[in-house]
Nanobody, 116 residues
Framework: QVQVVESGGGLVQAGGSLRLSCAAS????????MGWYRQAPGKQRELVAV??NYADSVKGRFTISRDNAKNTVYLQMNSLKPEDTAVYYC???????????????WGQGTQVTVSS
């Protein structure tokens, strides 16, 4: 059993900042990678940041970082824009203590709303 839980979303004015956190827990043997995605109303889920890769729309404003000891990934979001409004999802590509295969686990998402 693995859980991936995001936190830190909320309502912020344009130009403001938020920091999202995502922690993976459970019977984890090893995490290969953790990343952030988002889905705005009526749109497909899109990559925000994973590893050193960022969506063009967030480059220079968002920063992803990891704390491997805590199985946690963060997303620091600065200079937020109304178009950043979306549900932000975290995923972790990992293997458990019971299965040698790497699988992707998703969190439940956290809402980020940026007002103009």
């Amino acid at each position: 059993q693995v859980q991936v839980v995001e936190s830190g979303g909320g309502l912020v004015q344009a130009g403001g900042s938020l920091r999202l956190s995502c922690a993976a827990s459970g019977s984890i043997f090893r995490i290969n990678d953790m990343g952030w995605y988002r889905q705005a109303p009526g749109k497909q889920r899109e990559l925000v940041a994973v590893g050193t890769n960022y969506a063009d729309s967030v480059k220079g404003r968002f920063t992803i970082s990891r704390d491997n000891a805590k199985n946690t990934v963060y997303l620091q979001m600065n200079s937020l824009k109304p178009e950043d409004t979306a549900v932000y999802y975290c995923n972790a590509v990992l293997r458990t203590n019971y299965d040698y295969r790497y699988k992707t686990y998703w969190g439940q998402g956290t809402q980020v709303t940026v007002s103009s």
